[in-house]
């Protein structure tokens, strides 16, 4: 009985470490819960088919999520977004832009229509990689912030898209 007794109190305390462990040092992703986008798609007039498909996950975060209308004119050709009054264009006659660039626009506006969403939620939505393995992954800062430690390339460390090219905000 005494036997027992030690090995289940030295069980517990195995399983017990391993729990605290886990909850200080876990840094990795869960590329399970990433959401596929696609740059490509999303310059291509897919902005709207890939909210729609976001929706679920981002009402886990807010209540009223805002309505993205996509404003496409194939004659000239342009393609713009607009939330709440304010339309982001992706590219237009007017856009001065080297080859691949909407992809870049493309992903800073998609990332910047949700996460002006979540600004007083806790979590952010990430960019993960870029161009057509383009995806997305609710985070904290500091889930981000901590996954650098187990991410050895730059490129692959998650990230919030900016307005400028050429990187749009990917770490290189």
């Known amino acids: 009985m005494h036997w027992v007794r030690l090995t289940s109190t030295f069980f517990m305390a195995t399983v017990a470490t391993a729990c605290n462990a886990q909850t200080t040092t876990h840094t990795?992703?869960?590329?399970?819960r990433?959401?596929?986008?696609d740059a490509e798609n999303l310059a291509e007039t897919g902005i709207g088919e890939a909210y729609l498909q976001l929706l679920p996950e981002l009402q886990k975060y807010?209540?009223?999520?805002?309505?993205?209308e996509e404003l496409i004119d194939s004659d000239l050709p342009q393609y713009a977004v607009r939330v709440d009054g304010t339309e982001y264009v992706v590219?237009?006659?007017?856009s001065v832009e080297d080859e691949g660039a909407s992809l870049?626009?493309?992903?800073?506006?998609?990332?910047?229509?949700?996460n002006d969403q979540l600004a007083n939620a806790d979590v952010r939505f990430f960019a993960i990689n870029a161009g057509n393995d383009l995806g997305g992954l609710f985070l904290t800062p500091e889930q981000a912030e901590a996954s650098r430690a187990t991410l050895r390339r730059p490129?692959?460390?998650p990230y919030l898209p900016e307005?400028?090219?050429p990187w749009y905000g990917q770490y290189h």
């Open 28 to 32: 990795d992703l869960n590329y399970d």
């Open 34 to 37: 990433l959401i596929q986008l």
């Open 104 to 114: 870049g626009v493309a992903t800073y506006v998609f990332f910047k229509v949700v």
């Open 62 to 68: 807010v209540s009223q999520p805002a309505r993205v």
């Open 163 to 165: 307005a400028d090219g």
């Open 91 to 94: 590219y237009s006659p007017d």
């Open 155 to 157: 490129s692959d460390w």
